[in-house]
C-alpha cells in the first residue's frame, strides 16, 4: 500500500465526523435563541407611613398626609423615594448625597436634611416598631457614602461630623426660641392677671 492509500484510509477511519455548513447554521441559531439567565433583583416592599414637615422658619410640625416609602436600586446606587399616598407626587427623595441624619423616636423616623446653612426636618410615622427599624435601616443604607468612606475615610468623618454640629446648632436655636416664647406668653398672662386683680374705684 502505497503513501496515497495510507492517506484515504486514515481519513475515511477518523473518529471526527465531519461537520457541513448546514449543521453550523442550526447550531447557531439555537444557541441565539436561548434566552439569558434572569437577573435576580431583590424587592423591598413599601412602608406606608404618616408624613409630618418641620420647615426651617417654623419650630412646628405640619402634617402632610400619608405616604408610601419605597426603595429604588439603580446600578450599585440605591435611594428612598417619599410618595404621597392618593396622588403619587414625590414628597422628597434621599439619597447618597444627602446631607441628613435620620434617628428612630419610638415609632417615627425624624430625619434632619442640610440644605445650604438652613435645616428642614421630616418626620415619618410607621405602623409598628417593626416597620421603624425596617424605614430606618433603608434610609440609612440608601445614604451611606460607600465610595467616599472606602476612598476617603478622613473626608467622610468630617462630613458626617459637620452634619451633626449643624443639626445639634439648629435643635439649639430652636429650643432657645421656644423657651423665649414660653417666657414671653408667661410674663403676659401675669400682667394680665395682676391688671384683674386691682379693684376698681
Not at 47 to 64: C, F, G, M, N, T
Not at 119 to 131: H, P, R
Not at 158 to 169: G, L, M, N
Request: with cysteine; hydrophobic share 35%.
Amino acid at each position: 500500500m502505497d503513501l496515497m492509500d495510507e492517506d484515504a484510509v486514515m481519513e475515511g477511519s477518523s473518529s471526527f465526523p465531519h461537520t457541513t455548513a448546514p449543521d453550523l447554521q442550526e447550531t447557531q441559531s439555537v444557541t441565539s435563541t436561548v434566552p439569558p439567565p434572569p437577573v435576580q433583583t431583590r424587592e423591598f416592599r413599601d412602608i406606608q407611613v404618616k408624613v409630618h414637615i418641620r420647615r426651617p422658619e417654623s419650630d412646628s410640625w405640619a402634617y402632610l398626609g400619608r405616604a408610601l416609602v419605597s426603595q429604588e436600586v439603580v446600578g450599585q446606587a440605591s435611594r428612598v423615594v417619599v410618595r404621597a399616598l392618593t396622588s403619587g407626587k414625590i414628597l422628597v427623595v434621599f439619597g447618597e448625597v444627602s446631607d441628613l441624619q435620620a434617628e428612630k423616636r419610638g415609632n417615627f423616623v425624624v430625619i434632619g436634611c442640610i440644605e445650604g446653612s438652613r435645616v428642614i426636618s421630616w418626620s415619618l410615622n410607621a405602623l409598628n416598631n417593626s416597620e421603624t427599624l425596617r424605614l430606618l435601616a433603608s434610609i440609612e443604607l440608601a445614604c451611606y457614602r460607600c465610595k467616599l468612606a472606602v476612598v476617603d475615610p478622613r473626608t467622610h468623618s468630617k462630613s458626617r461630623r459637620r452634619i451633626e454640629r449643624v443639626i445639634k446648632e439648629d435643635r439649639r436655636r430652636r429650643h432657645r426660641r421656644r423657651k423665649e416664647q414660653d417666657s414671653m406668653i408667661d410674663a403676659f398672662s401675669r400682667q394680665n392677671l395682676g391688671e384683674e386683680s386691682v379693684p376698681e374705684q
